[in-house]
Every structure is written in C-alpha cells, then in structure tokens.
C-alpha cells in the first residue's frame, strides 16, 4: 500500500509539477480532495439507495463552497502574477501607440485621398468624354440642319436626297 501514503503522492505530484507550494495552494488540494471522496461517496450512496445521501448533500455542497472559494483566491494570484503585465510591456505598448499607429493612420488616410482623387478625376474625365460626344453630335446635327436648310431653299427633291443619305 505504499502508492496511497501521503508522501508517495506528494512526492508523484512534485514530480508531475503540480503540487502546490503554497499553504493556500495545499488547503486548496486538500479541500478539493475531500470534496471529491464526498462527492464520490454521496452518488455511490445514491445510487445504492441509502438514505444517508441526502445527509452528504451539506456537506459536499459546503466542502464545494470553500474549495470554490479557495480557488478563485489562487486565481486571482496567479492573474496578478502570470497575466498582469510587467512594466516592460506597458512601455512597449506605449511606444506602438505613440510612433506606430500615427504612421500607419497618416499612411491610410493618404490611402484613403488618392482613392477619393482618383474617383475625381474618372468622374471628370468621364464628364469631358461625354462633353466631347456632344459636341461632336452637336456639330454633325448642326451640318445636317444647314443641308437641310439649303435643299429646302433650292427646292423640295433636293431635300429628300438629303434625308435618305
């Protein structure tokens, strides 16, 4: 029975790298180990039908409650530990956001004008085009308007070989 001494696991768990080496760490484990031999205990007892159940129902809810609160206080320690940036970071962070992001929106705002200058410029290049259409169909309506007129004042078959061509 040497695998179920409390030294044997202490040692196995040091091992693996997860034995706590604080005080609360070691309530926490502790706690948490009873709470699961009640839990355990309290189904086995339910499932065999025994009344006394309903009498490890406190307590595994109790032990939970405590453990609960065990681990979040471990929690929150190794959040101000492990997450909790250290200076270094904060001022890595400062320096991305005072000569970085500056840039970078300076370079997307330039992006963003050439963008909006290039759609200027297609829209009035498009709008001469179109200017120069008109013209063009302007001037062809114009020479067919003063053949017509001159065929009409020459007279009336003159014009109908006009309007056939």
């Not at 159940?53 to 206080?73: E, Y």
């Not at 530990?81 to 840039?103: E, H, K």
């Not at 909006?116 to 829209?123: K, N, R, V, Y």
Request: hydrophobic share 60%; charged share 15%.
């Amino acid at each position: 029975m040497k695998f179920l001494t409390a030294r044997f696991l202490r040692r196995k768990l040091s091992d693996y790298g997860v034995y706590p080496n604080t005080v609360a760490g070691q309530i926490t484990l502790y706690l948490f180990s009873l709470f699961l031999v009640l839990f355990v205990t309290e189904q086995l007892l339910r499932l065999a039908g025994s009344s006394g159940a309903s009498g490890l129902t406190s307590w595994v809810f109790g032990i939970g409650f405590v453990t609960t609160i065990f681990f979040f206080f471990i929690f929150l320690r190794w959040v101000r530990q492990v997450v909790m940036w250290r200076l270094r970071n904060r001022l890595i962070i400062t320096y991305v956001f005072i000569g970085f992001i500056p840039v970078v929106l300076l370079a997307l705002m330039a992006v963003i004008v050439g963008y909006l200058f290039a759609g200027q410029f297609a829209a009035l290049e498009a709008s001469n085009d179109i200017q120069a259409e008109l013209n063009i169909v302007e001037a062809a309506n114009q020479a067919i308007t003063a053949q017509v007129a001159t065929a009409l004042k020459h007279g009336r078959a003159a014009a109908e070989d006009v309007l056939i061509v």
